[in-house]
């Protein structure tokens, strides 16, 4: 099933940026959204890693975290603020279900409790955030589709134009299309 609008937002789905959306803080982004609410939309960009790891930040969460062990770019929102997502298939304590088996993380909760209820885990700086009726606005002008999102999103190693592709080569019709381009229009 592909989604579409406003009404298709929810935790757990992705909004994937369409190659006219040309803000360098989104352009060739895939957003997986925490939180949807009639207060707004948070969520956290998933292929923007940055060069800080975490062992150097939060050494205690660095062993549950996936590969390249860096913090990833959640968004402009924030940026000194940490979120985490984890991949688990069942609760356990700090932990709160977002979609499917994907729970956000409490950070001050000891990691230890997590070790093995949870696949990997992945820690974002900053985050997405939009305000009421300013992503409804964004998806009618095309800037952004909204498409069901997996687990697995959330934990990609792939680079930040690959996960891109991935998700829209899963789609059908024009957005399936898409994922043959690049998500910067300027190299198509």
Known sequence: MTLGGLDDVRPGCLLVAMPMLVDPNFAGTVVYVVDHSATGTVGVVLNRPSEVRIADVLPVWADLAVDPGVFHVGGPCESETALCLAVT????????LVGDDVHLVDLDHDPDELRGA????RVFAGYAGWSPGQLGGELVEGAWACVPGRADDVLAQDGEAQLWQRVLRRQTGARGVLSTATPDPTQN
């Open 118 to 121: 949870v696949h990997g885990l």
């Open 89 to 96: 298939s069942g609760g356990a304590p700090g932990l709160q």
